[in-house]
């Protein structure tokens, strides 16, 4: 088998994500030259249509969804020439062997994208194994949700590995497609400042926001059952959270990072129903106004009553030598006050200041990282006021900032999924989520469900544009921190 798949198959290929993320990201790399000559792509779906309409709804994504600095008529005709359409019903047997027959040959490699709902994976794992299309030169990438809990996310990882071994499998976390995702590991293991910097002796605690200022986006049905914890903390966050607190890897491979991560999320100390209520808090949003636009409530943008949450922040602690007794404060939402996804590492105060004794003041030092919407990297330190010092020294806060825009002004920000995309097609597993990492998350995130429920916690309400409930600041401040707003 070449490592390069020469045919790419989407199933969900009508669906929001392919039309939003993944033909723009294609359409993306194709400019770029990036996708290998060959490379053919065969969208499926269950729309009855020929290549051409598949073709045009293509065009149209492209179109809405790449910056007008990229977009071009003559480059998106060429990459439409790649494009092919399989009309295909994952329950019926039939359109799998209409796709391997427009596949053909499979020896130069095929890659395949699951984008539907998982209730289909089963079907459709069948369906390509009976169609022939399971074979070593085959390989599979799944999109999230993988599983509801533990014993759901095994049956699925059990029905993909009845056809796919583990290193034909490429499970999907698009925040590890984010550039400055991968910037963390360039910040921590290609500089030597900070790693020895990076421990219990100097760190205070750890924040990871992900913030968002959207409601549910007509997608009710899927996150009314989800909820913020298993929407968003099982996977991203606890992604991020292993790419902070993981040890250093011997070498950038696929192998070697993701053994470190499953450590560090192996080594999540469990949330009981004793320390449920100190721990987590959970809110779900009311109506109120997101940067002075009014905004209806969950409840009745769902259209029914829920005790679903769209809010949580909760304290977690990673056992092992390296972190022991650093809180590590994760906190997500909808309807918040703006779009954010930062990482703050909180140091603590130099040991002694020497110039208390000057009536000055020190601040500890911290690094931010955020993600998204800006990418940037600050640290704050401290630093003299200019001057004479006759009224006492006096100590400023300033920071250290490499702006992305500024420093690589010569290079387009692109979608994570432009990156996820290239690598499924060249066989690069590093940035995808190996099943010990996934059962891991999904072992803690049931045991914090386990220990809510228990503990009888139920979402607290909180006005749309607010950052969560009030209990969720009070979590921060009974252990002396204050979230990074
Ligand atoms: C998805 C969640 O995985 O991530 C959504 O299902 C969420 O609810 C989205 O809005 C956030 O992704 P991003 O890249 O916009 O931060």
New binding site residues.
Partial sequence: MSDTASTLILFGATGDLAARMLLPSLYGLNCDGLLPADLRIIGTARTAQEDAAFRAHAHDAVRDHVPETIFDEARVATFLERIHYVTLDATDTAGFHRLAHVVGDTSGGVAIFLSTAPSLFKATIDGLAAAGLTGPEVRLALE?PLGSDLASSRAINDAVAGAFSEAQTFRID??LG?ETVQNLLALRFANVMFEPLWTNATVDHVQIT?S?T?GL?G?GDY?DGAGALR??VQ??MLQLLALVAMEPPASFDATAVRDEKVKVLRSLRPVTAADAAQRVVIGQYGAGAVGSIPVPAYADELGKPSTTETFVALQAFVDNWRWAGVPFYLRTG?RLPD?R?EIVIQFKCVPHSMFHTRGATTSPNRLTIAI?PDENIELSLMAKVPGLDRGGVKLREVSLAIGRDDAFSDTRRRI?YERLLLDLVEGEPTLFVRRDEVEAQWQWIDGVRAAWTAAGMVPKPYASGNWGPSAAIALAERNGVSWND
Avoid: F, G, L
Wanted: aromatic content about 10%; overall charge positive; cysteine-free.
């Fill in positions: 999230k698009h925040y984010k992900v968002e959207i986006e997608r996150y929407d968003m996977n991203h909808k779009r996804t998204q994570a």
